[in-house]
């Protein structure tokens, strides 16, 4: 099946830095989501980017489908952007998502 | 709130009980799904549902029972489960994916179930 390797898999920030995030895919990337679990648990969808750039105020994405890879930027971070990253990649085959590990996230006051 | 409802938001139950979780949605998506994240693991799917039927089953044991009664709904039946099956049960709804498009998932606050 599809890997997906994220990278870094633990980043520790202090608030007001940047970061990016990666994803790196093993077979053709037709469909991307990234995602935020914040402490409690939930999933919370930052963007839905198969390919190009998207960008949500202090959040913004690439994705090169060709490469195979995506980049999630994160700018000015903030203590609620602590949290485990996911970039799973939607199969082309059926309707399964395939996670990584994720990117453990931490934002220092 | 995502629009997918998951309840209860915890659960502990002896291995000898019998439990249900539940997932409602109101989007308008005619597919929902089931996840299991245990602790230091990715997610991993469970179950697929599309328009009420099931289309996927990840190799799960019986003692997970899910039904579907209508596009808005998904239950997940738990029956003499282990301590190991302790972990977060995500459910998320999607539009179906049709060939190369595809709409995104969105997914519920989840379920922590703790089996002792």
């Known amino acids: 099946g599809i890997q997906v390797e994220q990278s870094p898999p633990d980043l520790i920030l202090q608030e007001g830095a940047n970061s990016t995030l990666r994803c790196n895919f093993s077979?053709?990337?037709?469909?991307l989501q990234w995602f935020h679990q914040n402490p409690w648990g939930q999933l919370i969808n930052l963007f839905y980017i198969p390919s190009g750039t998207k960008q949500n105020g202090r959040l913004s994405a690439t994705t090169v489908a060709t490469e195979r890879y995506s980049l999630l930027y994160i700018s000015s971070s903030q203590t609620t952007d602590s949290g485990v990253y996911f970039c799973p990649l939607w199969e082309t085959s059926g309707s399964r998502l395939t996670f990584g590990e994720g990117t453990q996230l931490t934002v220092n006051p | 709130e995502t629009g997918v409802t998951q309840t209860p938001r915890h659960l502990v139950m002896g291995m000898t009980n019998k439990k249900s979780l539940k997932c409602e949605q109101h989007?308008?998506?005619?597919?929902m799904y089931w996840y299991k994240q245990s602790a230091k693991k990715p997610l991993e799917l469970m179950f697929v549902?599309?328009?009420?039927?099931?289309?996927e089953n990840n190799s799960v044991p019986s003692r997970f029972s899910p039904e579907c009664p209508n596009s808005s709904h998904l239950f997940l039946h738990l029956h003499t489960l282990q301590p190991e099956d302790s972990a977060l049960y995500l459910c998320?709804?999607?539009?179906?994916?049709?060939?190369?498009?595809?709409?995104?998932?969105?997914f519920g606050s989840g379920t922590r179930l703790t089996v002792v």
């Open positions: 077979d053709s990337v037709n469909n």
């Open positions: 549902y599309n328009f009420k039927e099931q289309t």
């Open positions: 989007l308008g998506h005619n597919a």
């Open positions: 998320a709804s999607s539009l179906p994916s049709r060939g190369e498009f595809n709409y995104g998932y969105t």
